[in-house]
Each structure stands twice: as C-alpha cells, then as structure tokens.
C-alpha cells in the first residue's frame, strides 16, 4: 500500500478548481491553533431532513468503501462537511479530493 501524502502546493489550484467552482473552500492549516488541520468545506442544503439524510447514507456507504470518513453535522436540510486526511498530516489529499467528487455528485442527484 502506497503512502498517502498531501497535495502539493503546485497541484492544489489544477485539480481542487472544479470543487472550488461547485463552493467547496479550502481552509488552511492555522498553525496558532491546536490540532490545525487543512481540509476542504462546504454546507450543503436540501429541501428537507429525508433528502438531506438520504445524501448523508449515500456518502457514508462510498465514505466506507474508500476507508475515508467524513466530519460533519446536520441540522435538518443542512449538512456541513470538513475533509482532511489525519494520515497525510491533518492535509487535504486526493482521497479529500475523491470524496469531495462524490459528494457533489450526490448532491446534484438528491436533489432533482
């Protein structure tokens, strides 16, 4: 198995561009902070809980099968999802990437 490493710096702004076009946003590492971590974000909104949990069971059986979790939280039709790979230094990697793919793909299906 092939370590898993961050994107370069030099990578980020090629392939995290149609994530960043679709309103995810990159936070960056805050190195006064404790436990900083660089990760991909986005709030999704759906018309209502089933759709949105419906997304949610979607993303955490692709979430399973790619052995990469999610952080996020739900309020009825809000999810607010944060991606960041512990094992590449708390840094967004492809497999943030991936996922983030996913997710958006989902979302665009959930809601029609």
Do not use: C
Request: overall charge neutral.
């Amino acid at each position: 198995m092939s370590a898993i490493t961050a994107l370069a710096t030099s990578e980020k702004s090629t392939i995290l561009a149609p994530l960043l076009a679709a309103g995810w946003k990159l936070q960056p590492k805050d190195s006064n902070t404790p436990k900083a971590k660089e990760a991909l974000t986005k709030t999704f909104h759906f018309s209502d809980f089933n759709e949105a949990f419906g997304f949610m069971t979607r993303v955490a059986i692709a979430a399973e099968k790619a052995d990469h979790h999610p952080e996020w939280f739900n309020v009825y039709n809000r999810v607010e999802v944060l991606l960041t790979t512990h094992d590449a230094g708390n840094s967004v990697s492809k497999r943030d990437v991936d996922l983030a793919t996913k997710m958006e793909e989902f979302a665009s299906t959930q809601r029609k």
